[in-house]
C-alpha cells in the first residue's frame, strides 16, 4: 500500500489548494477516530465511503468546520481540534476532476468540503484513458455534482488523459495517480 508521511496540518492545508483557513493540531483532550467521524456527520464510513458521502453533498449541507483533503493513498480530515488520517482502499486513488469554461483555479489535493467548480449539476462525457496499456478506466456519461466536480476511483500508478464534453465542447488533460500525482484537476478547459 502506498503511504505517504503526514505533513504539518498547515502544509496539508496549503497544498489543497481549495482550503479555507483551519488549524489542526493533536492535543491531549483528543476524542477517538470513531467519536471525531460520528461527529462530523461520518460514523461507521471508510474513507471511500466519506469521500463519496462528502464530494457528492449539496454545497449548501457541507460542513464548515472539517476540511477533508484527498491524497493518493489516504483521506486527511482536519477539524480545529484534531487530524484523523483513513487509508484509502488498497490500488486505488480517488481522483476529481472540475472541467471549465470561463474559471476555474489552483488545486492540488481535492478538498471534499470547500473545492468549488463552474460546472455544478452539469451532465458530461468523460473518457479516462491509461497512456500506458491503452486502456479505457472509464467511459461514462454523468453529471458535476454540486460542487462542479465529478470524481471517479482510478488503480495506483496509472497516467494517461481525462476527456470531457459537455454541450459540445470538449477538453483534454493529463493526470497521473503515482504517488506524487494530483487527486484535483481543475485544468481541464472545454472549448
Known sequence: MKRAAIVAPALALTLTGCSSAMSGSTAAGDVSQDEFLTTHGLAGMDAAGAIDHLDQMAVADRPTDLIASVRTDELL????HQEVVLDLPEDLTYVSIAPYVNQTHDCFYHSLTTCLGELGNEPIQVTITD???GEVLVDEETTTFDN?????WIPDDATGTIEVTHQGRTGTTEF???????TCVTDLRLT
Open 77 to 80: 480530515l482536519t477539524d480545529d
Open 131 to 133: 497512456e500506458t496499456t
Open 176 to 182: 497521473s495517480t503515482t504517488d506524487d500525482g494530483a
Open 148 to 152: 462542479g466536480f465529478v470524481g471517479f
